[in-house]
């Protein structure tokens, strides 16, 4: 069983930077992928970035490539997602979210994601 917390959300204005991290709790193998998603109401989950869990590998959408880096904080045991260069269609609630299947590729599809954490509000103003 894994819980994970979510921090780091807040209101910035376009341009801006956020950071946040996904703190898990439980059994966490170095196998297993953590991602980041992101939902505005209204609209289906979007896939944001994930990263293995050793820290490895790691898969972006195509619409925050260049801006947002994802990456173990090995001081925290956390996994973050760096913001840069925030855009107002970044504001969504962003949810930490782990799989815990051994792939090959990392993976996007929400319903292939076994746990999942609160979320946290990213809103960026223009």
């Known amino acids: 069983q894994v819980q994970l917390q979510e921090s780091g959300g807040g209101l910035v204005q376009a341009g801006a930077s956020l950071r946040l991290s996904c703190i898990p709790s439980?059994?966490?193998?170095?196998?297993?992928?953590v991602g980041w998603f992101r939902q505005t109401p209204g609209k289906e989950g979007e896939f944001v970035a994930a990263?293995?869990?050793?820290?490895?590998?790691?898969k972006y959408a195509d619409s925050v490539k260049g801006r947002f880096t994802i990456f173990r904080n090995n001081a925290k045991n956390t996994i973050d997602l760096q913001m840069n260069s925030l855009k107002p269609t970044d504001t969504a609630v962003y949810y930490c979210?782990?799989?815990?299947?051994?792939?090959?590729?990392?993976?996007?599809?929400?319903?292939?994601?076994?746990?999942w954490g609160q979320g946290t509000q990213v809103t960026v103003s223009s």
């Open positions: 439980g059994e966490m193998y170095s196998a297993y992928t």
């Open positions: 990263i293995t869990w050793r820290g490895g590998r790691t």
């Open positions: 979210t782990v799989d815990t299947r051994d792939r090959v590729q990392l993976t996007t599809p929400e319903n292939e994601y076994d746990y």
